[in-house]
């Protein structure tokens, strides 16, 4: 991954492109026909547990981990952890993101070391794009991914911290992915996800074992991070073709 030098400000402020547009999800947490609670195939099995990407989460269903938008984690007496987890696979809706889509949330960090969350992409095993990913023991970095096409990104900046109030844009190009943070255009990785590409999407806290990133520390019996805003728009009509004609424009652009 790149990453800028320490105490680097963000890139100048530029303000999005902005073709005609519907919304096509406004996340209701609560909602089960759109979301669905405690279960992903991004796990295996369909989860509760994934100790193989050096998680210790135990995914649960209880609404109180998710429903309302704070995504929780909390210790359990046999060293797992009671987590939340909401995906758009396998619910009624099935919402699925599509090349030229734009994600845009705002999301308050996890204060605890530990704690481990995102907002992905994910369907039959793969097309996984990170929105975003943050560790506390890291407190200033953001990360984003592209393992669709192999891309990826760190973000260090002290706008970024425990506990941080964080706007997220993330344009799911065909030829190059842009990542946006509070205002300002930080990566484009120049890749995409092609013209074929649709995941669904997954908003989780897991937590990390200990391999990559520290465990939580013995007197953290609890966690969360939040979620108050998720909406996702999609091109519409000569929109698609002035998207592809920017996207064009981005790969000669610097990131």
Request: hydrophobic share 40%; aromatic share 10%; net charge negative.
């Amino acid at each position: 991954m790149q990453q800028p030098n320490p105490g680097d400000p963000f890139p100048a402020q530029r303000t999005p492109s902005a073709p005609s547009t519907d919304v096509v999800l406004t996340a209701d947490f609560a909602s089960a026909e759109q979301w669905v609670a405690g279960r992903s195939w991004a796990y295996p099995d369909g989860g509760p547990v994934n100790p193989g990407d050096d998680k210790l989460d135990h995914l649960v269903t209880d609404p109180s981990y998710s429903r309302s938008g704070v995504f929780r984690a909390v210790r359990r007496p046999d060293g797992l952890w009671n987590t939340g987890l909401l995906t758009t696979e396998g619910s009624e809706q099935a919402f699925a993101l599509r090349p030229g889509d734009v994600l845009e949330a705002r999301v308050r960090l996890p204060r605890e070391v530990g704690a481990w969350p995102a907002i992905w992409t994910w369907r039959d095993g793969d097309q996984e794009i990170d929105v975003f990913e943050y560790h506390p023991d890291h407190p200033h970095l953001l990360e984003f991914g592209n393992h669709v096409r192999g891309a990826g990104f760190s973000l260090r900046d002290d706008a970024i911290a425990p506990g941080a109030w964080v706007d997220l844009r993330t344009e799911f190009g065909a030829r190059s992915v842009v990542w946006w943070v509070n205002g300002s255009r930080v990566f484009s990785d120049q890749r995409g996800v092609g013209r074929r590409w649709h995941a669904y999407l997954i908003v989780n806290l897991s937590v990390s074992a200990g391999r990559y990133h520290p465990a939580p520390a013995p007197r953290t019996a609890e966690m969360s991070f939040e979620v108050s805003r998720l909406v996702v728009r999609r091109p519409t009509g000569d929109a698609v073709a002035a998207a592809e004609a920017g996207e064009e424009a981005a790969l000669d652009e610097p990131a």
